[in-house]
């Protein structure tokens, strides 16, 4: 039996971040493999149909050929219990995504070899920085033809703002591709193509070995050569705390379809990468390994079963210990609960937990009283995490039910879809529920917005497309947005909370209000 601190510090959670294709279902898949979670690589990939199975919750997720939804996958391996939550690749859901990286605790980037640094990448990095956690990058697809990977550390340099130290480095790429070299054990590991295998065959070489000659060719050995003086002169020098702060980032070389590199990855990473990390709350710091339990629900997921018409609030452990049936406390409802089917998603199987810690992530049945940011904790431990950010939309839309008589079921569709972060609505000062300004982070929500609310609250609704791109909260408290002298074409609203912001259609126009407005603060995130 392992303590309950043994059990919390063998605990690592992290999000494997990507712009679509570059290979991030792929890496899962091999990493499942060696934590033993699936048997045979290609059950993930048929993850494209089966995760329809698990999050099969609505129509346009099959009709569109795209996941919704983020699942976390939990395994085991070498003693360490890791959570791998999983992150939907599509841009249109890339809030989901944000909100998913709140709830880990380092971060996985995957770069297609051939791109380099793509734009989803950098939005999802973005978001990493800002909560100063790991971040370790693996560059993937060495087998294809890859760009020189000088050019692709000064790229993650430039683009992203990340110092970078490699872990190993690429000997040719693509027909070329040799294998890696390890700086740390001064070993090539030559390349073999493995496509399913746990096991995969390892040659290695000593950098001296006369072998070398004829693996490599004596062409592309004397530039490796060339490249490897070079590489300590290059780059930074290894600094594990500049690691953790995120300042950092440990780069591997690899090709996650062919199994190449995928297990000394995960073996560094998990060497890398510590176990759960502090977590500030309004009044202080939640140590991990206290025994008082805390989480707060990052992720909330609509008619995971259709049947059932439920609402699955998933949640991170902060600290101490979940069991099954305890009492707590959800602080935003102010009052006492037992959370409800509590599970945990292992590889496609959703699980009951009889108990989870601290780093786990585990989903609990919602009859409708979570918001994203909700804190629940111990009942005689209260604290109360700082909210999860809430993102800038940049696509508004004004929608109105078209049968006023449905004027209820309106506002509870268009209220309980908000609590769920998949939209944010707004209002126009003094306008009435029955008309909302709908902000979404991708298009794709619209359609989601419209589905739903016509599917499972029967209201159809007219939507009229808004010109505005850009919302900032206003940050001066007692400020009263009429006396604003702001541009013609700027808008003056509020959210749920009362919290007014404005419209802008131009970052033209958000200038023109600093100008106009003496003292005047806008932020670009809220908080729920
Ligand atoms: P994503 O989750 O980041 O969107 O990417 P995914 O793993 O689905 O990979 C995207 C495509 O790239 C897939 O091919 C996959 O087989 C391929 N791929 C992933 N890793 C590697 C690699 O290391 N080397 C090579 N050569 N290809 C890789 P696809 O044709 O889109 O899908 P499929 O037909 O293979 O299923």
Redo the contacts with the bound molecule.
């Keep these: 039996m392992r303590s309950y601190t043994e059990e919390i510090s063998r605990r690592r959670t992290f999000a494997i971040i990507?712009?679509?294709?570059?290979?991030?279902?792929?890496?899962?898949?091999k990493l499942l493999l060696y934590g033993g979670a699936i048997n045979l690589a290609g059950s993930v990939?048929g993850k494209r149909t089966a995760r329809h199975a698990v999050s099969d919750w609505m129509e346009i997720e099959k009709q569109r050929g795209i996941s919704v939804t983020s699942s976390v996958l939990q395994f085991k391996y070498n003693g360490y219990c890791i959570n791998i939550l999983d992150t939907p690749?599509h841009e249109d859901f890339s809030e989901d995504t944000y909100r998913t990286l709140m709830a880990a605790d380092s971060a996985v980037m995957?770069i297609d070899g051939s791109k380099g640094v793509e734009k989803q990448t950098i939005k999802l990095f973005k978001v990493c920085v800002m909560r100063n956690i790991p971040i370790i990058t693996f560059v993937?697809?060495?087998?294809?033809d890859a760009k020189n990977p000088f050019d692709l550390l000064e790229e993650i340099e430039n683009v992203l703002g990340i110092s970078t130290y490699p872990v190993n480095w690429p000997i040719g790429s693509g027909k070329e591709f040799k294998g890696v070299f390890d700086r740390n054990t001064e070993k090539i590991l030559a390349f073999t193509a493995n496509n399913g295998q746990k096991e995969v065959e390892k040659t290695e070489y000593a950098l001296d070995d006369p072998a070398l000659d004829e693996v490599l060719g004596q062409y592309l050995r004397a530039d490796f050569m060339d490249e490897i003086e070079l590489l300590d002169g290059a780059g930074d020098a290894f600094d594990l705390d500049a690691v953790r702060e995120g300042r950092l980032t440990p780069v591997f070389f690899?090709?996650?379809?062919?199994n190449f590199g995928v297990e000394p990855f995960l073996e560094q990473f998990l060497q890398l990468t510590t176990s759960p990390l502090t977590r500030e709350t309004v009044s202080g710091k939640v140590d991990p390994m206290s025994e008082d339990f805390s989480a707060f629900v990052f992720k909330i997921q609509a008619n995971m079963n259709k049947a059932h018409r439920d609402r699955v609030a998933f949640m991170r452990i902060c600290s101490g210990r979940f069991e099954k049936n305890m009492e707590v406390f959800h602080v935003q409802g102010n009052r006492k609960m037992r959370l409800s089917q509590p599970q945990q998603i292992m590889a496609q199987e959703r699980e009951i937990v009889d108990e989870a810690y601290a780093g786990d992530i585990i989903g609990v049945f919602d009859p409708g009283i979570f918001s994203i940011g909700d804190t629940i904790c111990s009942a005689g431990n209260k604290v109360q995490f700082q909210g999860i950010p809430t993102f800038a939309p940049e696509h508004f839309a004004r929608v109105r039910q078209k049968d006023t008589m449905k004027r209820k079921q309106f506002i509870k569709g268009t209220n309980q879809i908000a609590q769920e972060g998949a939209i944010q609505i707004f209002q126009e000062l003094d306008a009435g529920m029955e008309e909302v300004i709908v902000g979404v982070v991708g298009v794709l929500q619209f359609d989601v917005l419209k589905y739903r609310l016509e599917n499972e609250y029967n209201v159809e609704i007219i939507m009229e497309n808004l010109p505005y791109e850009y919302i900032r909260w206003i940050v001066n408290d007692e400020l009263d947005p009429k006396t604003l002298d702001l541009a013609s074409d700027t808008k003056r609203i509020q959210d749920l909370k009362g919290n007014y912001l404005l419209l802008f259609t131009s970052l033209w126009s958000i200038d023109w209000a600093l100008d106009h407005n003496k003292g005047l603060q806008l932020r670009e995130f809220g908080t729920n």
């Design positions: 990507s712009h679509p294709d570059a290979g991030k279902t792929t890496l899962t898949e990939k690749g995957v993937n697809k060495m087998d294809r690899g090709s996650a379809l062919t």
